[in-house]
């Protein structure tokens, strides 16, 4: 049970406060609702670059990190397809600190130019680090526009290509900060041995005079239903085959979304899954395999990924798969297996609960969705799914119709 | 009116609670470490072995480390992860240069049984051919994916110029290490150095006495009665050294050398210059590069130990364009070090954030266990870390200058670069 107080700012922003008192750090996590999905396509890659400058110091305040640092604490963030994340951990005692930088940064930046020609540098290297420079590293900028036609999935998050990010012009920079960056966008949540009348003091302190700014009104174009496999076959200098199988599935609050995440573990979480048993270990078809859901809050992607083993062909590993594919939409789960999945589900929660910043984000995402209480109640839902369940959602989403096909050929001769 | 220019007060760290783990025997040398004071359901074993990548040649000590949960006679791969995996357990099994470790988290209801399964597995594993063919072919697929990353090929290379006065210690993974092993010689390794081998044992959880009892008990046939040796006297090979990789968009750096460990009277100093130079994001290094010039997505440096040594580095990828002007600012900055007193603005700064991360680093049963485990290691006990406490409180900028002047000299590096 993770306990929680919450309440709201006259500007809108909806604050929670976590008390934990066995720990001497304490954690502010500002989630921002804004991601890749907002960006508009001609301005791809722009909320990610935009999380870099705020780090380019505030209105009031020239620097974001030093002062962190001066208080003894460190700070991250990062961009999904949905949200923008924001944390801060640093000893309880100069909590302040960190409520002075973020609020400042709320309220508005410095938008010096000198920090969009270093940010914009810095991201187009990320961009080469992680996407470009790296075998299979361009996988999601293909399968991304593969699996989505309408929805702004379609893109990742460092963006389609590097040119909009080459192009950002101080305008956008300054546009983006006004649509989304306000305390009706944001939320906070503040963890630690703290007391909830000092927090709510200190958060009015220095949040309660942010202008409220308008309320972002999101109206994306909705993906329309898949009535057909999809295939694309890429070359690359790369040493394995690889295939990557994308099927969509439900948005993160639909009553199914949790059943097909331990569907997802079923198909390929651990070395007992069927996936690594069937196709790895008795057929010997692939050198790895695994299975996960993308875990987006519009309409998701269950993925299956993995690389061929030397001689086995796209085909072989193909036909391969939708035999068990067959089998999992005709036959439920023994109970053992899903009892086995669930000890799994378990422990893995245990461990995450235990961490700080882990339950001070995961409130922020639950006041997302509508109600932090849901941390709570999320294990309950798990434990009352049924083999039933899980087979209905494996008949509705492990269909070809449902399904987009990435293959990287390898191919020596390929850029 | 708020005004928003001034900074709230700061409090200084002046004490950090430090919580060892009760010590039990298991046999000889050979000890059980249990922290208890878990407030949770979650729990961890670690086995330590003396069976590091140095304690064989043509990276067999990868390959049996992999193999441990390969199979016995009485059970396949598939069944002994079968009944981890219904206990809810996730392996980790790690190697370095001097040892190897198999880790489990899990629920501590679980521990027990989950370990007993473990121990049983590497006791009675067989390598099966089968089971060693595949893990060979999969180990394989994964180097070559690695061949084509620049940070693997810069790191495999420094490692060889770092560790250049001993053969085994700076020796990588090479293809032709998967032709030439063979069954026999993973049995004999694996005799010689699990069977024969358990260095140390780590519990977190809230277990009671009669557990750990019992949890000695089972580990005790498998106690290393050999003597340790590790390298004493490594050197490294200064220079230049060039790893070309075609159509690659960045160059991948690694920048060191031999230096120490724990044990050096100078350690804790140094490790506020390193912090100062590249370890913190507000680093010398973060600064100049990242946030000025924009060169690369993030550079940093480290200290490695080694039981009787250790090492210095810098890391970093840098556009392929920009390689030389990167070599020319951390050149300037090493120098900067060098002939400049750091200033008490930044000389704070890094106490500061230093202090708070270290009260970080002692934050909850399992962080706290790590940090004793990093001083045990070197026969030493957590009133290390109030010396470090005091170390960090009392530095001078004439202190950092003198040890960059005496360890930071680019003349004695080792410089590598892939790309």
């Not at chain 2, 390598?127 to 693997?152: C, P, T, Y």
Request: charged fraction near 25%.
């Amino acid at each position: 049970m993770i306990k929680f107080e919450r309440f709201q700012l006259e500007n809108g922003l909806r604050v929670l406060f976590h008390k934990d008192e066995t720990t001497p750090m304490a954690v502010v996590n500002t989630l921002y609702d804004v991601g890749a999905r907002d960006e508009s396509e001609d301005k791809t890659g722009f909320a990610h670059l935009f999380e870099h400058l705020m780090f380019g110091g505030s209105v009031n305040i020239p620097e974001f990190d030093t002062p962190l640092q001066m208080a003894g604490g460190e700070n991250n963030a990062f961009t999904s397809n949905d949200i923008t994340n924001y944390y801060d951990v640093l000893p309880v005692n100069n909590i302040e600190t960190a409520l002075w930088l973020e609020s400042d940064r709320m309220l508005s930046l410095a938008f010096t130019p000198k920090s969009l020609e270093v940010q914009r540098s810095v991201v187009i290297e990320e961009f080469k680090q992680r996407y470009l420079n790296q075998p299979y590293g361009d996988v999601w900028l293909q399968l991304r526009p593969l699996a989505y036609k309408e929805h702004p999935y379609k893109w990742a998050t460092i963006g389609k290509e590097i040119e909009p990010i080459e192009n950002a012009t101080m305008e956008d920079v300054k546009a983006f900060f006004t649509k989304h960056y306000n305390p009706s966008n944001a939320i906070l949540c503040i963890a630690g041995d703290l007391e909830l009348e000092n927090v709510k003091e200190l958060v009015e302190k220095w949040y309660g005079s942010i202008p409220a700014g308008t309320k972002y009104e999101r109206n994306l174009p909705k993906e329309p239903v898949q009535t057909e496999l999809r295939e694309l076959t890429i070359e690359r200098n790369v040493p394995s085959n690889a295939f990557y199988y994308a099927f969509k599935m439900p948005d993160r609050l639909h009553a199914d979304f949790f059943t097909i995440d331990l569907l997802s573990d079923a198909l390929g979480r651990d070395k007992s899954s069927r996936l690594y048993v069937t196709l790895k270990k008795e057929q010997q078809l692939v050198a790895d395999i695994s299975a996960y859901i993308m875990g987006s809050l519009d309409e998701g992607l269950l993925v299956i990924s993995g690389k061929l083993n030397e001689g086995v062909t796209f085909e072989q590993f193909d036909s391969a798969l939708w035999a068990l594919m067959d089998d999992l939409t005709s036959t439920k789960l023994s109970d053992s297996e899903l009892d086995r999945i669930m000890v799994k589900f378990r422990t893995a929660k245990e461990f995450q609960d235990q961490g700080l910043l882990n339950r001070a984000m995961n409130l922020c995402n639950y006041e997302l969705l509508g109600d932090p209480d849901g941390i709570n109640s999320e294990s309950e839902k798990y434990h009352q799914i049924t083999t039933d369940d899980i087979l209905r959602c494996a008949k509705n989403t492990l269909t070809k119709s449902n399904c987009s096909i990435l293959n990287v050929k390898a191919d020596k001769n390929a850029k | 009116m708020l005004n928003r220019t001034i900074e709230p007060a700061l409090k200084e760290i002046d004490h950090i609670n430090f919580v060892a783990p009760t010590k039990h025997s298991v046999s000889g040398r050979v000890d059980l470490y249990h922290m208890k004071e878990v407030p949770n359901e979650t729990s961890r074993f670690e086995l330590y072995f003396d069976a590091g990548k140095a304690k064989g040649i043509d990276s067999i000590a990868g390959f049996v480390n992999g193999l441990l949960l390969s199979g016995t006679p009485d059970k396949n791969s598939i069944e002994i992860n079968s009944q981890i995996n219904t206990l809810g357990g996730f392996l980790e099994s790690g190697i370095s240069v001097e040892n190897a470790t198999i880790s489990m988290y899990c629920l501590k209801e679980n521990l027990i049984p989950i370990l007993d399964i473990v121990l049983d597995a590497i006791q009675n594993v067989s390598f099966i051919e089968k089971e060693v063919n595949e893990f060979l072919a999969d180990r394989k697929v994964g180097h070559n994916v690695s061949l084509e990353k620049v940070g693997f090929l810069a790191q495999r290379e420094f490692q060889e110029r770092l560790f250049a006065s001993n053969d085994v210690y700076s020796k990588a993974l090479k293809l032709s290490d998967f032709e030439t092993i063979t069954i026999d010689k993973l049995k004999a390794f694996h005799s010689e150095n699990y069977l024969n081998g358990l260095e140390k044992v780590v519990i977190v959880g809230d277990l009671d006495a009669a557990e750990i009892n019992s949890i000695i008990e089972s580990t005790k046939p498998f106690v290393n009665s050999k003597e340790l040796s590790f390298a004493t006297d490594l050197s490294h090979e200064s220079g230049s050294f060039t790893v070309p990789k075609e159509g690659a968009l960045q160059c991948a750096v690694r920048i060191g050398r031999i230096l120490f460990n724990k044990n050096h009277e100078d350690y804790l100093d140094f490790l506020i210059l390193n912090t100062i130079f590249g370890d913190y994001f507000g680093s010398r290094l973060m600064s100049n590069i990242r946030e000025d010039k924009g060169y690369t997505y993030g550079i940093g440096t480290m200290v490695a130990e080694l039981n009787h040594t250790g090492y210095f580095m810098i890391a970093t990828e840098v556009g392929k364009d920009v390689l030389e002007p990167t070599l020319k600012e951390i050149k300037f900055e090493l120098n900067r070090l060098q002939t400049e007193l750091v200033g008490e603005d930044e000389l704070q700064l890094v106490r500061n954030y230093m202090l708070g991360q270290l009260l970080k680093s002692a934050d909850g049963p399992y962080a706290m266990t790590d940090l004793f485990l990093s001083v045990e290691v070197h026969g030493k006990d957590l009133e290390f870390y109030n010396l470090a406490l005091s170390k960090i409180q009392n530095i001078t900028a004439e202190r950092i200058q003198e040890l960059a002047n005496k360890y930071l000299n680019w003349e004695d590096m080792s410089v590598v670069t892939a790309g």
